[in-house]
């Protein structure tokens, strides 16, 4: 395998030596894809501000399962068959805001905002 693919947004992806091994999947989807509504703050685990939702192989079931993560935490070249969703691939005024985003915005559950996101990728998990 020369190339890591995966998705984002429904957009087929691929990385290869041109990212060091390091390189997480905040990184990526913030620097490349310059999707920047992913936010930061700890980059240890710890706030949850970067949390996207990810589809992956299940090796257990044979299956897929859909588990939220920490961007900060995943190396952008262990995800082989990844789909990642960020906030931008959930909805927005223009397409329609996802139930999780109308409710939080309905019920004032936004305080500054800045790791909203975060949550609504946690509760859309
Ligand atoms: Fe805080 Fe990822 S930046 S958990």
Redesign the pocket.
Known sequence: MDRITFKVNGELCSVSSEVDSDTTV?EYVRDTLKLHGTK???????????VVSATMPDPYTGGRRVVSI????VSITSCQDWEIKTIEGLGDRRTGYHPVQRALAEHSGTQCGYCSPGWVMSMYR
């Open positions: 905040l930061f703050m700890c980059k240890e685990g710890g706030c949850g501000s970067c920490n961007s900060c935490l």
